[in-house]
């Protein structure tokens, strides 16, 4: 199916939603087996899907500002994920 270069399509919430949780899991299991530490790998992990949500958010053109959930959305989620890790990493080093 082709669409309009300009037309992304929207996902309904709970889609993006099991989308993100998915996702999640799956890194949490990569970061389990991670050489550097569960921590430090989640945190090097979550920072490249920050990255990746970033591109295709604005590759699909998606807006940021929408009333639906889109990758913006998730960036900022997984931002929140990567920052509450990287507080739990310092307070554990000291």
Request: proline share 3%.
């Amino acid at each position: 199916m082709i669409l309009p270069a300009g037309e992304p399509v929207e996902l309904s919430p709970a889609r993006a939603l099991l989308r993100f949780g998915l996702r999640t899991a799956i890194l949490v299991l990569f970061a389990t087996f991670g050489s550097i530490g569960f921590g430090r790998s989640l945190a090097a992990l979550l920072w490249m899907t920050v990255i990746l949500c970033a591109v295709l958010a604005t590759l699909r053109r998606e807006r940021v500002f929408n009333a639906s959930l889109n990758h913006w959305d998730e960036m900022v989620g997984y931002l929140s994920l990567y920052c509450g890790v990287m507080a739990l990493n310092q307070l554990s080093e000291s």
